[in-house]
Every structure is written in structure tokens, then in C-alpha cells.
């Protein structure tokens, strides 16, 4: 190996290491301190309980990790905004598990709280996912209710989708392990089932300080919403555990009588690892995003035994489309390519540009995979469409339009994967977070934004001075430069794979590693939801 490859490998290593550790300090909730006080009332944690309920040794795919990350500081701060979600097995089948946890703020509901289980609810609809609610909340965070209460994607958004998801049969169990307040009170009581914990479970709408504000009424918490209460006089609960333990056990149970699911039809065989060892991504993934590599060397360590059906390889070279599988899942896989390319009419091509032809070629390739019900896998790394005359007269606008009709037209599941650069228009028609992908990934190399952050800066910076100027004031050199480096510091900074991930942007950011995972696991979910809209692009620009 060459000494670039070692030096990226070396730089890739150090953002994966840093990428675990930081979900190590997530991983820790609210804290040792919050978390002792949790354990005292004889009560698991969120992550315990998760991991006690999904069958032992089976994958578990974390949605929303960094959600919050960040953010609220004011407030001490809301580590995976207090709640946990993500894609596990209980007693052999695929669910999505949504736990509260309590060691952060009480379980309250911050305004990122509600996106993050209004994404999860989201996900388990798209693929007809059994949802399991382990409930432990104190409800709305008051001090920012403005931001949580009202609107269409708020709070009660999700009772609505409780709602829809009972509507079409997708199965949803709830258990009481802790405060369920208020609004939230419903979450359990629209579930097909609702279990609770004896002694530390309670639900009502209003708790006992409240209800002696209201209407001077005397009552303790457990009284007025205890499990002995719900489970015996008011019938709101249909089972009554003595502890955490208990209930899990109860709902795996459950799980395991459930009727099979139906069968979407895509294809799968008998799993095989890359031939290329996946190690060597590291390697070959420069560690300057502005330097040029050769994807389909990526993509090799990605599919099975490194096989790659190229579709049109000579023809709109600087994207590259092909048919392949992915732990035994065949997969329509549309991706960058980073390195410079010269066309068949003599025109050098930048990587991670989209030209003309690649955009035809493209939109042509995913028509194709809806009408072969093939997944489709997208591999960003791109800078955007190209610009200039040349190719505003060669009708870039109309072969990007169609390849974003495409995209967004698609019936097939949409699986995105962030490798590098996601800048601009170029994020949309490589199925962006607007264009509904099932799910949506970022490497820790990824730069999310509307354009590069050394072009972005020199605009921002022309329109401070343009604005400075209008004032009748000019800036020396030296103070342009300082500028300069505040602009380009914070544009960056809001180009992290962190940033967009603290904003649910993307799903969560994986190791390089874990690609075929979040694919193979996202595709055995979507295999669950049967294809039933028609595939039309309506009118496209020929």
C-alpha cells in the first residue's frame, strides 16, 4: 500500500474512533447521577431495556442517536433527545422500539423529542414495522411547550399516527414502566396493548399536583393512576407486571404469536462478504474531501463478492449505476463517481459533478429498477450540477429535473448512504432527506450544505461588505481576513455529519463498516410493506 492509503486509513480511523466516542458519552443518558436514582426505584434504563427485550445476539440499528446533540444547552443539554429508538428483533421479528429515557430531564418531551419519534412512527409505517413504546415520560417540557404543542408535525402528531398505524393493522404494544403524563397518556392507550409496572408505572392526564389546582382534590399519584388502579378498576390497562423484568418478558411473548408478515418480493440469496476486504475503504477514502478517488472501488468493498453489473459504464461516466446485491439483497445502486472522467466526445468531466448525460442516465437506471421492483441504494459524494453556457445550452436543467422526477416518483425502497460531499441540488437528486429514503446514513467524511464552504464563505463575506459598503464603511485587509475565517469556521461547522445528524437530517452517522448493515436491514424492513402505488414520472422534459 502507497503512503496515501496509509494516510487516509489513518485519518478515516481517527474519525471513526471519534464517531464512538461520542456515542459512548450519549450512550450515558443523563448521567451515573440521574442514572442511580433511576435504579433505586428497582427500574432498568432505557438502553438496559432494550437490550434485554431484542433476542440476543441479533443486530440492533439505532435511529437518532444524535439527535439534540448540541443543542438546548441552556437547558443542561438533551442527549439523543431523551429518548432511544431503533430497529431490533424480539423473539424473531422486526420491529421498531421507541424507549424514553428517563435519566434525561424526567423523559420530558423537548421539540426534538417530538421529530425524533414522529421519524421512528414514520419509518415503522413506511415498512409496516410492529412498534413497541416503552413509556417512562413526565411529558411536555413546559418551558418550550410553544415549540412542541401546536403545530402539524408536533406533539400530537404522533397520536395521529397511533391512530392511522391501528387503522392498518401494523401492531403496536405499550408498557408503562414510569410517568405517563398528560397528552402522552394516550400514546399507551391507543396501542393495541398496554401493560404496566407495579409501583413505579402511572398514567393519567393530570397528576396530583395538578389535580389539587384544579379541583382541590386530595389524591397520591399512585391512586389516582398506580397499575392496581388501571388494571383493576378502571380497565385502562390490560396487564399488570411487578417489574421491568416481567414485562419485557410479557412482550416478547406477544411478539413471538404474531401472524407472519406479508412479502413485498424482493430478491434475495444466499448472503457473501465482499472480495475485497471492507477494511480497505478506509484506505482508499481520501481524507481531503476535494480530492479526486475512484468510487467503484468503494462500491466493490461494499457488495457481495465485489460484483458490480455496470449499466451504460461508457456513457455518463460521472455517475455510476449498476446491479449488485448487498448481504444477499439485490440492489440498484446509483453513485458519484469522484474521479475525473472524459467523455466519449472529449470532455473532461469533474468527479462528483453531475453532467447531462449522467442525469439521463441516472433517471433512465431507477426507472428501470421500479419497473424490476430492485431497491435502490444511493452513494453520495457530489458537488452539484454543472454550470456554465455549455451546458445550460446542453440542457442541464432538464436532465437534472428528470432525474429528480425520478427520484421522487420512485415506488421501489430508497436507501441513502452520505460517503462525502452532499452540496446543494446535488443532495436532491441523489435522494436527499426530502426525497423519502427508508433510510438515511452519513459517514463520519460527510459535508452536508448548500454549497462548498470556501465558496459559500466568499459569497457570505460579499454580501457583508456589499452591505458594509451601502453603510458608507470599507474594512482594512487584515479585518476582511478575520472575517473571512468567522464565516468560513461556522459555515463549517454547520456542515458536520454531527450537525445534520443533531437535526435528524440523516438517521445517525455509521462506521464505513457498518454500510451493509444499515442496507440489508433497511431492505429486510421495506420487505415487510408490499408495493401497491403504480410507478408513473408523470410529464418529464425528453
Wanted: aromatic fraction near 8%; hydrophobic fraction near 40%.
Amino acid at each position: 500500500m502507497d503512503i496515501t492509503f496509509n494516510k487516509n486509513e489513518d485519518l478515516n480511523k481517527q474519525s471513526v474512533y471519534e464517531l464512538k466516542t461520542r456515542l459512548k458519552k450519549i450512550y450515558a443518558g443523563g448521567g451515573e447521577k440521574n442514572a442511580a436514582k433511576q435504579k433505586a426505584k428497582g427500574k432498568m434504563l432505557a438502553r438496559e431495556r432494550i437490550a434485554y427485550l431484542i433476542d440476543k445476539e441479533s443486530e440492533f440499528l439505532e435511529v437518532g442517536a444524535f439527535a439534540a446533540d448540541g443543542m438546548y444547552e441552556e437547558q443542561g443539554g438533551c442527549p439523543s433527545a431523551g429518548v432511544v429508538s431503533g430497529i431490533g428483533y424480539v423473539s424473531g421479528r422486526q420491529c421498531m422500539i421507541i424507549a424514553n429515557d428517563a435519566t434525561v430531564k424526567a423523559g420530558a418531551w423537548f421539540p426534538m423529542t417530538a421529530k425524533k419519534n414522529l421519524r421512528a412512527q414514520e419509518i415503522a409505517m413506511e415498512n409496516r414495522l410492529p412498534v413497541i413504546y416503552l413509556v417512562d415520560s413526565a411529558g411536555v417540557y413546559l418551558p418550550m411547550q410553544d415549540e412542541i404543542f401546536p403545530d402539524k408535525e408536533h406533539f400530537g402528531r404522533m397520536f395521529r399516527n397511533n391512530a392511522l398505524m391501528s387503522s392498518d393493522g401494523i401492531v403496536q404494544i405499550s408498557a408503562i414502566m414510569g410517568s405517563c403524563v398528560a397528552g402522552g397518556a394516550y400514546l399507551p392507550i391507543m396501542s393495541d396493548e398496554a401493560m404496566i409496572v407495579e409501583g413505579t408505572g402511572s398514567v393519567f392526564l393530570a397528576g396530583s399536583y395538578l389535580v389539587k389546582s384544579a379541583i382541590g382534590e386530595d389524591v397520591d399519584n399512585e391512586t389516582l393512576g398506580g397499575a392496581t388502579t388501571h388494571c383493576e378498576i378502571s380497565g385502562v390497562t390490560d396487564y399488570k407486571h411487578p417489574n421491568d423484568q416481567t414485562c419485557l418478558d410479557s412482550i416478547k411473548k406477544i411478539m413471538s404469536m404474531l401472524g407472519a408478515p406479508q412479502s413485498a418480493g424482493f430478491d434475495r440469496i444466499k448472503p457473501v462478504q465482499p472480495l475485497f476486504p471492507q477494511e480497505e475503504i478506509y484506505g482508499l477514502l481520501p481524507e481531503n474531501r476535494e480530492k479526486p478517488y475512484d468510487m467503484v472501488e468503494l462500491i466493490k468493498r461494499l457488495v457481495d463478492n465485489s460484483e458490480l453489473e455496470e449499466y451504460k459504464k461508457e456513457y455518463g461516466q460521472s455517475i455510476i449505476c449498476g446491479l449488485a446485491r448487498v448481504d444477499g439483497w439485490a440492489v440498484g445502486i446509483v453513485a458519484n463517481q469522484r474521479k475525473v472522467v472524459k467523455s466519449k466526445k472529449g470532455e473532461m468531466q469533474f468527479g462528483g459533478v453531475i453532467y447531462s448525460d449522467s442525469a439521463d442516465k441516472a433517471a433512465r437506471f431507477i426507472m428501470n429498477c421500479n419497473q424490476k421492483k430492485i431497491p435502490l441504494v444511493f452513494l453520495q459524494d457530489v458537488t452539484g450540477f454543472m454550470v456554465g453556457s455549455r451546458s445550460e445550452q446542453g440542457g442541464i436543467i432538464k436532465d437534472g429535473a428528470k432525474m429528480v422526477n425520478a427520484v421522487a416518483n420512485s415506488v421501489v425502497p430508497k436507501f441513502t448512504i452520505i460517503l462525502g460531499n452532499s452540496y446543494g441540488a446535488g443532495n436532491y437528486a441523489m435522494c436527499g432527506k426530502a426525497y423519502d429514503p427508508r433510510l438515511i446514513y452519513a459517514w463520519p467524511s460527510a459535508k452536508i450544505a448548500v454549497m462548498g464552504g470556501s465558496q459559500a464563505a466568499k459569497t457570505l463575506l460579499q454580501i457583508q461588505e456589499a452591505s458594509l459598503k451601502a453603510k458608507g464603511e470599507t474594512i482594512t485587509l487584515e479585518e476582511e481576513a478575520e472575517l473571512l475565517k468567522e464565516i468560513t469556521d461556522k459555515y463549517n461547522r454547520q456542515t458536520t455529519p454531527y450537525y445534520a445528524a443533531s437535526r435528524l437530517w440523516v438517521d445517525g452517522i455509521i462506521d464505513p463498516l457498518e454500510t451493509r448493515k444499515v442496507i440489508s436491514m433497511g431492505i429486510e424492513a421495506a420487505n415487510q410493506s408490499p408495493i401497491k402505488k403504480q410507478f408513473n414520472v408523470g410529464i418529464i422534459q425528453t
